[in-house]
T-cell receptor
Framework: GAVVSQHPSWVICKSGTSVKIECRSLDFQATTMFWYRQFPKQSLMLMATSNEGSKATYEQGVEKDKFLINHASLTLSTLTVTSAHPEDSSFYIC???????????FGEGSRLTVL | GQNIDQPTEMTATEGAIVQINCTYQTSGFNGLFWYQQHAGEAPTFLSYNVLDGLEEKGRFSSFLSRSKGYSYLLLKELQMKDSASYLCAVRDRVDYKLSFGAGTTVTVRA
């Protein structure tokens, strides 16, 4: 079964609204989680690194005020897309790092469509 | 940072073997990952190599040579369901970030 759970799987929203996506590690504590975005037929693009108990680290070109990340516990990170616009429509995927084994697992992904 | 190269596409016949090569250049290596991704779905973890050598998991095996900056994923006894994109990713030693190659699309034909 999945070791990283992400939801919602699908979300459709109106332009200007905010959407929250949750990422949970199910079998292990994840001090670090990562958020990616993937456009059709392209590879994953890292958006930010989510650190438990501290501020997220954003990649160059990613607006931290638009993509709010909160990592309040060792098993949960959230990504909030604020004031969403159609160009934010994409496949958002989280991943969680198991420090005990070194493995890194992905959530199931969340497909966001902004109308 | 990392510079990761893998072939764009490969085609093989059902039951055959395919090897996907991945070369990388990195400033700080902390493991190499292979993922399988079907269209419209999130990547699925296949393997993780941090030491040199071969890791075998059923029909899939992954090899790593750190001195050569080289890895391969070996898919044996190909099945139609193996048609997917295969992503090679290298993790940075300092910040644990994963950098991905562009992916290799494998098409399995009957």
């Amino acid at each position: 079964g999945a070791v990283v759970s992400q939801h919602p799987s699908w979300v459709i929203c109106k332009s200007g609204t905010s959407v929250k996506i949750e990422c949970r590690s199910l079998d292990f504590q994840a001090t670090t989680m990562f958020w990616y975005r993937q456009f059709p037929k392209q590879s994953l693009m890292l958006m930010a690194t989510s650190n438990e108990g501290s501020k997220a680290t954003y990649e160059q070109g990613v607006e931290k005020d638009k993509f709010l990340i909160n990592h309040a516990s060792l098993t949960l990170s959230t990504l909030t897309v604020t004031s969403a616009h159609p160009e934010d429509s994409s496949f958002y995927i989280c991943s969680a790092h198991n420090r005990n084994t070194g493995e890194l697992f992905f959530g199931e992904g969340s497909r966001l469509t902004v109308l | 940072g990392q510079n990761i190269d893998q072939p764009t596409e490969m085609t093989a016949t059902e039951g055959a073997i395919v090897q996907i090569n991945c070369t990388y250049q990195t400033s700080g290596f902390n493991g190499l990952f292979w993922y399988q991704q079907h269209a419209g779905e999130a990547p699925t973890f296949l393997s993780y190599n941090v030491l040199d050598g071969l890791e075998e998991k059923g029909r899939f095996s992954s090899f790593l040579s750190r001195s050569k900056g080289y890895s391969y994923l070996l898919l044996k006894e190909l099945q139609m369901k193996d048609s997917a994109s295969y992503l090679c990713a290298v993790r940075d030693r300092v910040d644990y970030k994963l950098s991905f190659g562009a992916g290799t699309t494998v098409t399995v034909r009957a």
